[in-house]
């Protein structure tokens, strides 16, 4: 829906609540409330895919520092077993 387009349709509820009794047409207060609510419901999907194209974005830098990390890991988990099988025949000797 175009700005345009929203704001006739704002208008047009502004003029349904003025000259309708919601109390007596219960039709009108569904109508203006579908309305609403979904403009509201667009507004909340183009935000949602917004913030997840900005995601996207940023997930292959993520991805690769998780990599990183992980070689990180797997070098220290290394020297460690290094160091414990060292310590072990240490420890036999003894």
Do not use: P
């Amino acid at each position: 829906m175009t700005d345009m387009e929203k704001k006739v349709m704002l208008r047009l509820c502004a003029k349904v609540i003025q000259y309708t009794d919601f109390e007596t047409d219960r039709e009108a207060e569904q109508l203006v409330n579908w309305v609403i609510l979904d403009n509201q419901r667009k507004q909340n999907n183009n935000e949602i895919r917004s913030l997840m194209a900005e995601y996207k974005k940023g997930e292959l830098e993520r991805r690769e520092s998780i990599r990183e990390a992980l070689e990180r890991g797997k070098e220290i988990c290394g020297r460690r077993n290094e160091l414990y099988e060292s310590q072990q025949e240490v420890k036999h000797k003894l």
